[in-house]
């Protein structure tokens, strides 16, 4: 069975201290890695898709890895409006297209 | 102009009852989605429907009926509501079966069962 572990389960961070949020998997077969950003009260938003071992996305002070065995979300001098719980979910190949989740990293930037 | 809308945003009610929450995207995918999250925040699949068609059904209790009347809407009935049923339902949409592609999220319907 797919499974996925986010740690810290919740990270608070001073304005402008960088951090990384890590994301531990074991798929029978990875078709994607996705980060998705989740605001109180509102659905997940798409932040990355990795492929394969060694890609790296970057969006903004945000900047995604994947290895074999795990993805890191790096957040580089993260502001207020970074707070948000961030996801980290794994497709399967042969899954049908489901997303099997972690239990997110709840991020708060303080000032 | 809202890509995945439902319907309603909340939803009270009581043991017993049944109730319906509706998913429309405007983006033109095939694919639709229902997930929960649970009160720890763990978000499940529970279904999902490609072109009207049931692809998925992860072994959600028969209570739980998804409708898909055309690719563009896939709405959710639960009959015999019970408290654990209680969570929030997410709609999502993507383009493609048996790709990587981006799913889009709903902003939920928070369910709470009394």
């Known amino acids: 069975e797919d499974q996925v572990t986010q740690s810290p389960e919740a990270l608070r961070l001073q304005e402008g201290e960088s951090s990384s949020l890590n994301c531990s998997y074991t798929v029978s077969g990875l078709r994607g890695l996705f980060w998705y950003r989740q605001d109180p009260g509102k659905g997940p938003e798409f932040l990355f898709t990795l492929y394969s071992a060694g890609e790296e996305k970057e969006k903004e002070r945000l900047k995604a890895t994947l290895t074999k065995k795990e993805s890191f979300l790096h957040i580089t001098a993260p502001k207020p409006e970074d707070s948000a719980t961030y996801l980290c979910?794994?497709?399967?190949?042969?899954?049908?297209?489901?997303?099997?989740f972690g239990t997110g990293t709840q991020l708060k930037v303080e000032l | 102009d809202t890509a995945v809308s439902q319907t309603p945003k909340y939803l009270v009610t009581q043991m017993g009852n049944d109730k319906s929450i509706k998913c429309e995207q405007n983006?033109?995918?095939?694919?639709m989605y229902w997930y929960k999250q649970d009160s720890k925040k763990f978000l499940k699949i529970m279904f999902s429907?490609?072109?009207?068609?049931?692809?998925i059904n992860e072994t959600v209790p028969n209570r739980f009926s998804p409708k898909s009347p055309d690719k563009a809407h896939l709405n959710l009935h639960i009959n015999s509501l019970e408290l654990g049923d209680s969570a929030v339902y997410f709609c999502?949409?993507?383009?493609?079966?048996?790709?990587?592609?981006?799913?889009?999220f709903g902003p939920g319907t928070r369910l709470t069962v009394l």
């Open positions: 429907y490609n072109n009207k068609e049931l692809i």
């Open positions: 999502a949409s993507s383009q493609l079966l048996g790709a990587t592609d981006t799913q889009y």
């Open positions: 983006l033109g995918h095939d694919t």
């Open positions: 979910a794994v497709q399967a190949r042969g899954g049908g297209n489901k997303l099997t």
